[in-house]
Structures are given as C-alpha cells and as structure tokens.
C-alpha cells in the first residue's frame, strides 16, 4: 500500500529550464528524505528534513534547493537543470532521524533532461 | 569512500535454487543491516532486517547471516522465484542521521 506518494511519474526537460518535483507521505513521519537513484541504481542521500527542520545536506550542486511546508511534505526544486540531473529522484520517510529507522520510499520521479 | 559493498554485482539463478547475496561494511559502529528490495519502476520496500546482536534472522524463504567479527553478511533467498528477480540493497545505520546504502545486487530467476 503506498503511503508516500510522488508527483509527477516523469518530467522531460531541456538543459537550463526550472523543474520542481513534489512529495507527500500519510505515514505520519517525523523525517523525509530525498534520494538520486543514477542510471546504474547507486543511492544517494541529497537532503533530509526532521519536522521542517534540515538535518542532513549532502554536497548537491547548488541548483537543488528542498522545500518543506510541514512534516508531511517534501519538495525538490531544481534551478536550471543540467544534463547529469538526469535520474529517478526518490523521496522517502522515516519514524525517526536515526539510521536505523526502517526507510518508506516513494515510486520516485524520473528526470531526463534533453 | 565505500562503506558498504554488495557482491555480486549480478546474480541469475534458476527457479527453485538458492540465491546468496553478499554484503560487507567497514564501519564498527554499524549495528542495524536492512535489506531492501526494488523492483522496476518502484522504490526500494523493507525485505528484512537484522540488528548486531544477532548471528541470524528468517523471514520465510528470506535469511540474513550475520557475522560481526568479519564485518559480513548474506542475505540468502530459497527457493528463489520467478517475482524475486528485483534488486537488492544492503544498508546500514548507527546512530548517524545518514543509512548508508550498498549499490545493490541485480538478482534474476528463470523459470
């Protein structure tokens, strides 16, 4: 049963336009994640938000911003797309902040950008 | 730096036979080893879990072997099926806001 839910499925885009990715999760979590999932399926952790509050912030180029209205929401924007963002972006949710909470994934949203 | 390596990188197996997925971690302060599985166009879903006060955890045709002196584990499917064919990761945590993934073992069965 889906309880984190993703939109929009896919987002085609040209090189330097502006892309926001949404994300909303009904488990009544504390924290959520985002996650770039490459073409070779290697996670990585990009932001982490415990009630709005950022507690993780990977090294992610500085186009990519999270946006978080209440603990139930996580968005993604990107500022002037590049080719290499290309990928599924993942968002996730957690009970807690500590790393051995059990991950809720979302499908995920998947980026090509031309 | 790789904290988490997965082995094989690929793995087919036939219908029936077992399938071992291999992971190891170099962290000491790793205590919690998820498995997660993905298949094609969904997120990664909780398979099973261990914790590294325990050498063994079954969930049905799902087993992981933990040994913590080696810094190693398996996570060993029977009877492997044909739905089984997904990816598989290996993560860790402890204590750290950060689960620290492998890059994941492609599994698939042919009937």
């Known amino acids: 049963e889906t309880a984190v839910f993703q939109t929009p499925n896919y987002h085609v885009t040209q090189v330097g336009n502006e892309v926001s990715f949404n994300c909303k999760q009904t488990l009544g979590h504390d924290t959520m994640y985002w996650y770039k999932q490459d073409s070779k399926k290697l996670l990585k952790i990009m932001f982490s938000?415990?009630?709005?509050?950022?507690?993780v912030n990977e090294t992610v180029p500085r186009r990519f911003s999270p946006q978080s209205s209440d603990k139930a929401h996580l968005n993604l924007r990107i500022k002037s797309v590049e080719p290499e963002d290309s990928a599924v972006y993942l968002c996730a949710s957690s009970p807690g902040t500590g790393s051995q909470n059990t991950l809720y994934f979302g499908a995920g949203t998947r980026l090509s950008v031309l | 730096q790789q904290q988490v390596r997965q082995s094989p990188q690929s793995l087919t197996v036939w219908e029936g036979e077992t399938a071992i997925l291999n992971c190891s971690y170099e962290?000491?302060?790793?205590?919690?080893f998820p498995w997660y599985q993905q298949f094609p166009g969904e997120g990664p879903a909780l398979l099973i879990s261990i914790r590294s006060v325990s050498d063994k955890k079954e969930d049905g045709r799902f087993t992981i072997f933990f040994n913590k002196r080696e810094k190693k584990l398996s996570l060993h499917i029977t009877d492997s099926q044909p739905g089984d064919s997904a990816t598989y990761f290996c993560a860790a945590g402890g204590g750290n806001y950060k689960p620290t993934f492998g890059k994941g073992t492609s599994l698939v069965v042919h009937p």
């Open positions: 962290d000491s302060t790793f205590n919690y």
């Open positions: 938000y415990n009630n709005k509050q950022l507690i």
